[in-house]
């Protein structure tokens, strides 16, 4: 199993760009979230799934959307970027009871 | 989501035992006490879960006292590999709307 992967690893946008975070799991886990991770602090939530179809938003949600039509895929959308937005961004996924498990992250820079 | 409040740092030597405690004074009946740990540049990695008295695994042992309002994370024997930042988190697991909250964790050194 590759667990969780994201893509791309790198990216340095311009203010005003838009661009999609991706992000794959192959546990057939039903939760999957969107986290971001500013320097020096914890992870913030900005959007999780609980199933396919199905999507709410986290703690920092705005500027972002996302969307789950599979139960492998959980797309972040980034629309309009700002300098805002620079930050270390981790997929999550989790079947029951909790252990969420992390995908290597995207370290995104606005400029 | 219970709010945790957890030391912002700590220091230890090679070898010897690291204890972070983390304070959860309204956690919920249903609610698990899961920690993570994570080194830089990577994601979060699950250490342990508990709801009450003691856990144990092969990486950590966590002791959650009867009134559930605290619980420590015991690291025997650190190695300079288990410089890391420390998260504790608290929530239901079984909730349909399951998520956590992570706060700034306890960054632990290790030094030889």
Redo the contacts between chains.
């Keep these: 199993n590759a667990g969780v992967t994201q893509t791309p690893k790198f990216r340095i946008l311009k203010i005003g760009q838009s661009m999609t975070l991706q992000c794959t799991q192959d546990m057939n886990h039903n939760y999957m979230y969107w986290y971001r991770q500013d320097p020096g602090m914890g992870l913030k939530l900005i959007y999780y799934s609980v199933g396919a179809g199905i999507t709410d938003k986290g703690e920092v949600p705005n500027g972002y959307n996302v969307s789950r039509s599979t139960t492998e895929d959980f797309p972040l959308r980034l629309e309009l970027a700002a300098p805002s937005q620079t930050s270390v961004y981790f997929c999550a996924s989790s079947g029951n009871y909790n252990e969420q498990f992390f995908g290597p992250g995207t370290r995104l820079t606005v400029l | 989501l219970a709010k945790t409040t957890q030391p912002i740092s700590m220091d230890s030597y090679e070898g010897q035992e690291v204890n972070i405690t983390c304070s959860h004074n309204n956690i919920a009946t249903n609610d698990?006490i899961?920690w993570?740990q994570q080194f830089p540049?990577?994601?979060?990695?699950?250490i342990i879960?508990g709801y009450k008295t003691k856990v144990t695994n092969e990486v950590a042992s966590l002791f959650i006292p009867a009134d559930r309002k605290s619980s420590t994370l015991s690291l025997p024997r650190v190695s300079l590999s288990d410089t890391a930042v420390y998260?504790c988190l608290v929530?239901d697991?079984?909730s349909?709307?399951?998520?956590?909250?992570?706060?700034?964790?306890t960054t632990v050194t290790v030094r030889a």
């Excluded at chain 2, 540049?41 to 699950?46: D, T, Y």
């Excluded at chain 2, 349909?96 to 964790?105: P, W």
């Design positions: 698990y899961t993570y540049s990577q994601g979060p990695r699950f879960q998260y929530g697991p079984r349909n709307d399951y998520k956590l909250s992570f706060g700034a964790g």
